[in-house]
């Protein structure tokens, strides 16, 4: 079965860039229609798209964090990655990494989630 891990720093300062990664197992995140996102959740709010990184190594973001936000992957790690830049303290949330089979739209696979908190 595919799982999800998140990693990276828990705490970044402000307008410093927030950088997390992924690691897949149980999955090649190359194979066919499969779609890996980064989505967050921040204090007291709902969950937030952030993108996607597509099979095919197209990415995808939200119209309100594409000038910040890009992911990457590292096939040879079956990683992908997540940098979001010029981060302020409402870049403060719970950070997931999910996986859709076959579907942009629907997360088939989580991460257990990651906090990260921006603070001077």
């Known amino acids: 079965q595919v799982q999800l891990q998140e990693s990276g720093p828990g705490l970044v300062k402000p307008s410093q860039t927030l950088s997390l990664t992924c690691t897949v197992s149980?999955?090649?995140?190359?194979?066919?229609?499969?779609?890996w996102n980064w989505i967050r959740q921040p204090p007291g709010k709902g969950l937030e798209w952030i993108g996607y990184?597509?099979?095919?190594?197209?990415?995808k973001y939200s119209p309100s964090l594409k000038s910040r936000a890009s992911i990457s992957r590292d096939t040879s790690k079956n990683q992908f990655t997540l940098q979001l830049s010029s981060v302020t303290p409402e870049d403060t949330a719970v950070y997931y990494c999910?996986?859709?089979?076959?579907?942009?739209?629907?997360?088939?696979?989580w991460g257990q989630g990651t906090q990260v908190t921006v603070s001077s």
């Open positions: 149980g999955g090649s995140i190359t194979t066919n229609a499969n779609y």
């Open positions: 999910a996986g859709g089979k076959n579907s942009a739209y629907e997360y088939h696979y």
């Open positions: 990184i597509a099979y095919s190594d197209i990415t």
